[in-house]
């Protein structure tokens, strides 16, 4: 019944910014913390960023570091993945995930709630 709805997605070239909004469909405040994931093609899943509803300091990997924030947006239930410097190795599908404990958040577990996911192509 909790949806998580992904956009912001779609093309753009190297060194360009975008932004990907999460809209959940219930109080973001429910969610203990979201995340990003994505998974390119032939690409194993990575973990982008994790954001906490609460106290707690953001999570990135290291291959988004200094690049890509993350932010929320409570009133509107809305999860954010600003994407500056974007190189063509970011491309792949970027999902959104709500979790209730850190290894949701962590590992992506399929407890969690997933979006559908939107697409990034950084040519």
């Known amino acids: 019944e909790v949806q998580l709805v992904e956009s912001g997605g779609g093309s753009v070239e190297a060194g360009g910014s975008l932004t990907l909004s999460c809209v959940k469909s219930t109080d973001i405040n429910r969610s203990y913390c979201l995340a990003w994931f994505r998974q390119g093609s032939g690409k194993e899943r990575e973990r982008v960023a994790i954001?906490?509803?609460?106290?707690?300091?953001?999570v990135y990997a290291d291959s988004v570091k200094d690049r890509f924030t993350v932010s929320m947006d409570k009133s509107k239930n809305t999860f954010f993945l600003q994407m500056n410097n974007l190189a063509p190795d970011d491309t792949a599908m970027y999902y959104c995930?709500?979790?209730?404990?850190?290894?949701?958040?962590?590992?992506?577990?399929?407890?969690?709630?997933w979006g559908q996911g939107t697409q990034v192509t950084v040519s």
């Open positions: 954001g906490y509803t609460g106290a707690g300091a953001p």
């Open positions: 995930v709500s979790g209730a404990s850190d290894m949701d958040c962590y590992v992506g577990t399929r407890r969690a709630v």
